[in-house]
């Protein structure tokens, strides 16, 4: 692993580190099956900290660091991490929220300090020997957000990690001479275990990168091979004069977590000779579908069913298969599936089918040639720049906000994020709108990047004859509200 700070990590010396964390844990009071949460920004002592937590028998519950208190404190409740791991500037905030929620210890990830986990690891003269765990025993939790504005978490099993990440290094060809360009987060399944776990099991390497950084990008593509990003790494690499050049060393890119626009696609092939691999897969289900590695690439589309992993494509009403062509829902199967909600096991029937499919609330194709095309979603859900956006959550708090009648939040087209969020206000009767109070209120009670961009104040919203509200409509009239890069 190399890092932007001239670090070079070997194999042995990050093992090492999480062995002697994992037995730092233990003295935590950590034991398996517990959960430990981690807001922290990426650092490689994160990934230790994941090491760790595998060797020790725990749970990681990795969680966004742009998460205000307020949502980290949702978490805390619901899980109950006896362990929440966090930055140093943080710390004072998040052990009052901690406290509040009944959990036992704060660390902070780095520095010098008694509770710092750097000094905890150093501290041990030996590392723990790893605790036994099964396939079906829980590896992490990963909390995605519902229609309803409530978070809830998808527990991901060993076997269920493994398994897919043993796939994708087949299917993507990945050898221990690969050295992959890590820029994405590690709070999410792309960067955590699609990026982390295909690079391990293959025993290749990467540049670790803090964030996405065009210009560094391009600068490390003579000494790599492998770039996994979202579609908003593509089109702003293509900004880059040195593309085209620097592009010539690597083997392979690969985009995720949002549709990519075939643009993007054309434009990439165009600029760099490469066509990039789009694949397909969501929190519950690891990855689903890919792109062939030899053959057509499609614009467009995510491919075919990856081995060991089968798709269907359903009717909403009849369950039953859809022909090609024809538009319906995505379920799925396989040894990638999750293990089901934390603590909720109404919604895990509830996405579940009776023969074991999960419901992934994604609409698709299959065209003649067996490719799927996503066409959109069941649910409202909005991803912009990879992330999930559940409008819910935001319009209970606009809805809250003195003189607002109703709001409905939507997602619109963006050339840079794929989309943006737009929330079209209706006003009660004589009321104004203060949107700069407004949007303060928003920044202390959501992530940055679920607060909207735009706002529209409108008279009514367009309803169907059942009186629910025509985001479809909506969608339609402000699609053209954030062309422009911003």
């Not at 066509?275 to 690439?297: A, H, K, Q, V, W």
């Not at 396989?334 to 293990?339: A, E, I, K, T, V």
């Not at 490719?371 to 809805?399: C, F, T």
Request: overall charge negative.
């Amino acid at each position: 692993m190399h890092t932007t700070t001239g670090a070079h990590i070997t194999y042995r010396q990050f093992w090492d580190n999480a062995a002697r964390l994992a037995a730092a844990l233990v003295e935590q009071g950590v034991a398996p099956g517990d959960r430990v949460a981690v807001q922290a920004e990426k650092h490689t002592v994160v990934l230790e900290l994941y090491g760790a937590m595998i060797i020790a028998g725990a749970v990681l519950l990795p969680l966004n660091t742009a998460y205000t208190e307020a949502e980290v404190q949702y978490f805390l409740t619901d899980a109950r991490p006896v362990l929440l791991v966090c930055d140093a500037e943080k710390a004072i905030a998040l052990a009052a929220v901690a406290q509040a929620c009944g959990v036992a210890r704060v660390l902070v990830l780095t520095g010098d300090a008694e509770n710092s986990v750097e000094r905890l690891r150093d501290a041990q003269m030996a590392g723990l020997a790893p605790v036994v765990r099964t396939g079906e025993d829980i590896a992490a939790i990963l909390y995605t957000s519902g229609t309803t504005g409530r978070p809830k978490g998808a527990m991901l099993s060993h076997r269920a990690l493994a398994t897919n990440a043993a796939t994708l290094v087949e299917h993507w060809r990945f050898t221990a001479e690969d050295c992959l360009i890590h820029a994405l987060p590690i709070f999410h399944t792309h960067g955590l275990f699609v990026a982390t776990n295909v690079i391990m099991m293959a025993g290749a390497s990467m540049h670790f990168l803090p964030t996405f950084d065009a210009a560094a990008i391009v600068r490390l593509m003579p000494q790599s091979s492998v770039l996994m990003g979202v579609p908003t790494f593509y089109t702003r690499l293509l900004d880059q004069p040195q593309l085209p050049d620097a592009a010539r060393a690597m083997r392979l890119f690969i985009s995720g977590s949002a549709p990519l626009l075939a643009e993007t696609h054309a434009q990439w092939e165009q600029r760099t000779g490469h066509r990039i691999l789009e694949r397909y897969g969501m929190t519950e289900t690891n990855m689903n579908t890919s792109n062939p590695y030899d053959g057509e690439r499609r614009a467009g589309t995510v491919g075919f069913a990856l081995p060991g992993v089968t798709v269907r494509i359903v009717d909403s009403e009849t369950g039953m298969d859809v022909a090609d062509g024809a538009i319906g829902l995505i379920e799925v199967h396989g040894d990638n599936l999750f293990s089901g909600y934390w603590e909720n096991p109404a919604k895990t029937t509830e996405d579940m089918c009776a023969d074991g499919f999960f419901k992934t609330g994604d609409m698709a194709r299959r065209d003649a040639d067996g490719y799927i095309h996503i066409v959109g979603r069941a649910k409202d859900l909005i991803i912009s720049g990879g992330l999930n956006i559940y409008p819910k959550e935001i319009e209970l708090i606009i809805d809250d906000w003195a003189g607002v009648d109703e709001t409905a939040v939507i997602g619109v087209p963006h050339p840079d994020f794929g989309e943006a969020v737009v929330a079209v206000i209706v006003l009660a009767k004589g009321a104004g709108l203060d949107l700069a109070a407004l949007r303060a209120h928003l920044s202390e009670q959501l992530a940055r990047f679920k607060q909207p961009r735009h706002y529209v104040v409108v008279d009514g919203l367009p309803r169907n004859t059942m009186g629910k509200v025509q985001k479809n409509v909506l969608s339609a009239t402000y699609r053209d509200l954030s062309q422009a890069k911003d």
